[in-house]
């Protein structure tokens, strides 16, 4: 198997994002999957011009772009992935500008005078099935204990799976990482054992990818889980009273 993970941070390989990527990666490695970090802050992505010269007959599908940035290389490897991971931190809640810059070029690949139907019965156009349709994972990272943070890159996914023919088999979102030293200070992680756990449980996602060829719900809820060591904090997080000791104390720090 095939996996490639796009990596949308604009801090690239020294970002969260990577760490988190790198943490899959082990466990689908060790499954014997072939894993590919695609980092797009290291490459050349130009933003869609929105000039539609690639659904006009003459240039159908040919981006103005093609031969003068790195995206067509990107396109040609997601193509021969099994499996793509679409990474991003939550940048002002939403995904990052970069990987929404590098999805706006998908627009290119569909002929949006062809209409068809999604394989989920959604009115749409031809797509490049070769590139897109094809499994993959989201898999987020933030800052904010809330979980409403990453609202809208969990509907955008949930909406590009449809559209796109292409099957989610697993969110991941990793929240409040930085309070744990962003998976570089291994003293500061003992006091947050879940954070331990969410590690482990997102390399046993790598291997699930590989094996069963989606991350179960089990693996997505310890990866993705409160890491806080306040007993009940996910239900305790909801109550005023709770979050004003809580905002006081981290004041306090
Ligand atoms: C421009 C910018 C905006 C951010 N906005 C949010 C936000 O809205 N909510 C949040 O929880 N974290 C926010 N963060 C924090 C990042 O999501 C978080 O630190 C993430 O782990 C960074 O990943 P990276 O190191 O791969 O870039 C923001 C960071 C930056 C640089």
């Known amino acids: 198997m095939k996996i490639i993970a796009l990596n949308g941070?604009?801090?690239?390989?020294h970002g969260y994002t990577h760490f988190l990527i790198q943490k899959i990666f082990k466990g689908a490695a060790a499954a014997g999957a072939d894993c590919e970090e695609i980092t797009l802050a290291k490459l050349k992505i130009n933003l869609c011009?929105?000039?539609n010269v690639c659904h006009q007959d003459k240039h159908l599908l040919h981006c103005i772009h093609d031969d003068k940035d790195d995206v067509a290389m990107i396109?040609?490897?997601?193509?021969?992935?099994?499996?793509?991971?679409?990474a991003?931190?939550?940048?002002v809640f939403n995904m990052s500008g970069l990987l929404k810059i590098?999805?706006?070029?998908?627009?290119?690949?569909?002929?949006?005078?062809?209409?068809?139907?999604?394989?989920?019965?959604?009115?749409?156009?031809?797509?490049?099935?070769d590139i897109y349709s094809k499994?993959?994972?989201s898999l987020i990272c933030h800052d904010n204990f809330e979980n409403e943070v990453s609202k809208s890159v969990t509907t955008y996914f949930s909406t590009f799976s449809k559209f796109m023919d292409a099957p989610l088999v697993g969110t991941i979102i990793r929240r409040s990482g930085k309070i744990t030293g962003y998976g570089k200070n291994p003293e500061k992680e003992l006091e947050?054992?879940?954070i331990i756990e969410s590690y482990r449980a997102i390399e046993q996602a790598g291997e699930e990818l590989v094996q069963q060829g989606r991350i179960t719900r089990s693996t997505q809820?310890?990866?993705?889980?409160?890491?806080i060591p306040v007993p009940f904090f996910s239900i305790l997080k909801h109550f005023a009273g709770f979050k004003r000791k809580a905002i006081e104390k981290l004041r306090e720090e």
Do not use: W
């Open 9 to 13: 941070s604009h801090s690239g390989t």
């Open 102 to 129: 590098f999805l706006d070029r998908l627009n290119s690949t569909g002929n949006s005078n062809d209409f068809r139907l999604s394989d989920s019965g959604k009115f749409f156009h031809h797509i490049s099935k």
């Open 49 to 51: 011009k929105g000039c």
């Open 135 to 137: 499994p993959f994972v």
């Open 221 to 227: 809820k310890v990866a993705s889980q409160d890491i």
């Open 88 to 91: 991003t931190p939550i940048y």
């Open 192 to 194: 947050y054992p879940k």
């Open 75 to 86: 396109f040609a490897k997601m193509q021969e992935a099994d499996l793509l991971i679409y």
